[in-house]
């Protein structure tokens, strides 16, 4: 914990944050702009999933980049390794956000960026720093709504039973 505290010092987010400016000197994205001229960063937004279902979070940025539109998402971790990359890929807070996006802005989505970074101490940009692109399908989309449904009902299920599943993991 000491040294982990130590990581995430001040001093060492300034180093980091020109680190990561410096290894993506020239990829930088074009932030796009709301109806009413408003830079489309940390969007908090609200959507029902059904009748009763709200779901929120926070966007932390709607971007064109190369030609497209992307859903942009900042992580900081201190044990960054191929595992939690990977889970990015696939993640469902990235697969809610990309689909939420299109419906808040009206236009095409095509995926999501992922920018990594370890904290751990001195940012070493070959290792520490990792910017992931993902997409979803329709399909992907769609299924995550269902999902989320279903698991709110579960939840819903378990408060009143008050039968808990067991983690197993």
């Known amino acids: 914990k ?4 130590k990581n995430r010092s001040l001093e060492n987010l300034i180093e980091n944050l020109y ?13 796009l702009m709301s109806k009413d001229g408003k830079p489309l960063t940390e969007i908090n937004f609200a959507v029902l999933l059904d009748d009763s279902i709200i779901y929120r979070g926070i966007i932390d940025a ?20 191929s595992p939690m990359v990977e889970k990015y890929r696939i993640d469902s807070q990235i697969t809610s956000y990309i689909q939420v996006a299109q419906e808040l802005v009206g236009i095409r989505i095509d995926g999501a960026i992922v920018d ?16 992931v692109f993902t997409t979803r399908t329709k399909r992907q ?21 008050k039968n808990w599943d067991q983690n197993t993991s």
Not at 118 to 130: A, E, F, I, T, W
Not at 147 to 152: D, E, F, P, S
């Open 62 to 81: 709607i971007v064109k980049y190369q030609g497209k539109n992307y859903v942009v998402e900042y992580k900081s971790t201190s044990m960054l390794n």
């Open 2 to 5: 000491k040294e982990d505290s």
């Open 116 to 131: 990594i970074i370890g904290m751990y101490g001195k940012v070493d940009p070959s290792k520490h720093l990792v910017r």
């Open 141 to 161: 989309m769609e299924e995550w709504r269902n999902q989320a449904i279903r698991k709110y009902q579960h939840f819903l299920w378990m408060r009143e039973t």
């Open 19 to 31: 680190t990561y400016c410096s290894k993506y000197r020239g990829q930088l994205f074009d932030v």
